[in-house]
């Protein structure tokens, strides 16, 4: 949102006497900025910093849609000013952080396409980074309305969120698919850079919408008040005061709700590979909130499991030996989702739950104590051992107790 500094009425060429510099705040993320902002080539990014109003201009409403599209992010903000006071002149920027960071970018003033420029301001921050700008000089009349438009295109941003490369007997294909389906993307708009000009906004609405897609691909959104559309969601205001901003995380190629019987069904298609179980129950807990579909797949995998002990441990110089957790086909990885499901049952006083695959974690449990009882332990293995043997313990009492 516009912020100013008001100066002198007559602008010269030196950096320091611009009359307003307000700024669109950007973040890296899918790309939709935010509003403008005091002094973009003085000030730098030190907007935080400033409060209160410093002008009699107004921002009387505000109207933003982002359409996120499968190769593209266009973005339209509209800003309907008000001047309650004497004529002002202003430079209105736009900040960005990559120099090739725009597809495309268009100002409008009342509907006239004005001559933007390029500007940079070296080592803003305490990063110390580069600042880049799109800048536009306009007047404000006394007494007298006018609108500011926005469009700008960027690239979409999605976040990979399976950083395994390679899972045992897991085809490229099918690693690849996983990826895409998994896959997350966000988009933000700042609106807190709004607060310098003067009172409140009579109105303020944001929307996002996924082109081609609906709101069941939306993941979550921020704040909670927004309201979801047939294809996003949205956010009104009325008697607003600029803070913070708004958000979506989306999933561009699989509805949320598809999603689980997926991914499922692919630890289903490949049931004796334990680092595909135990990535997929622990991304549908992280990014899903799926608790329980995480604990089946983790019981499931262990009740199926009737693989052979690999040889646990391995030599190293001077005839010492340590547990090897890269052993046999993530033997490691099998029993860490056997403790963390008798953890669990455990802490709910559900132990019982664990009484089917209880044989199954001592066979594992045993194995490794067994191993570990052989050789010196350094300190990591000594609390591995710790552990494996109260699950030795935890899993032999239910046995003993079905008996």
């Known amino acids: ?10 602008p010269t060429s030196t950096p320091g006497s611009l009359i307003l510099l307000p700024i669109l705040l950007l973040i890296p993320f899918t790309y939709s ?30 109207d933003v849609v982002v359409r996120v599209f499968k190769d593209r992010v266009v973005t339209v903000a509209e800003f309907s000013m008000y001047n309650e006071g004497e004529t002002i002149r202003m430079e209105v920027g736009f900040p960005y952080a990559y120099e090739d960071e725009f597809i ?17 301001k070296e080592n803003v921050g305490r990063k110390k980074v580069t600042q880049y700008w799109k800048l536009w000089k306009m007047t404000f009349k006394q007494g007298k309305a006018c609108n500011i438009k ?12 399976f950083y395994i490369k390679n899972y045992p007997s897991l085809p490229d294909d099918i690693l690849s698919e996983l990826q895409q389906v998994t896959r997350s993307g966000h988009a ?46 949205a956010w009104e205001y009325t ?16 509805t949320v709700r598809d999603i689980p019987p997926y991914v499922c069904g692919v630890v289903d298609r490949f049931p004796h590979n334990p680092k595909l179980a135990s990535d997929v129950g622990s991304w549908l807990h992280c990014h899903l909130g799926e608790e329980e579909l995480h604990d089946k797949i983790y019981h499931a995998f262990i009740a199926n499991w009737d693989e052979p002990i690999p040889q646990l441990m391995e030599y190293t110089s001077g005839g010492r030996c340590r547990f090897n957790y890269n052993a046999g086909n993530h033997f490691y990885t099998t029993w860490q989702m056997a403790a963390t499901l008798f953890n669990k049952y455990l802490k709910a006083e559900k132990l019982e739950e664990g ?3 209880a044989p199954t974690v001592s066979k594992i449990s045993g194995a490794i104590v067994d191993s570990l009882d052989t050789c010196y332990l350094s300190r990591r293995d000594q609390s591995f051992y710790r552990r494996a043997k109260e699950l030795l313990d935890l899993s032999n009492s239910l046995i003993d107790d079905e008996d």
């Open 104 to 120: 495309e970018f268009q100002a409008f003033v009342d509907g006239r396409k004005i001559h933007v420029r390029d500007a940079r």
């Open 1 to 10: 949102m516009p912020r100013a500094t008001p100066r002198s009425t007559k």
């Open 239 to 254: 008697d607003y005061e600029p803070s913070g901003f708004v958000s979506i995380e989306y999933f561009p190629h699989m």
């Open 150 to 161: 926005v469009k700008y295109q960027t690239k979409p941003y999605e976040n990979n969120n």
């Open 33 to 62: 900025r935010a509003d403008i902002a005091p002094d973009p080539m003085t000030a730098g990014m030190a907007i935080t910093q400033f409060e209160g109003e410093v002008t009699a201009v107004r921002m009387v409403e505000e």
């Open 355 to 357: 009484i089917d695959i």
């Open 188 to 233: 933000t708009y700042w609106v807190y850079t709004g607060k310098g000009w003067k009172g409140t906004l009579d109105r303020c609405r944001i929307s996002f919408e996924l082109v081609d897609k609906s709101d069941g691909n939306i993941k979550s959104y921020h704040p909670q008040e927004g309201k979801l559309t047939e294809r996003g969601v």
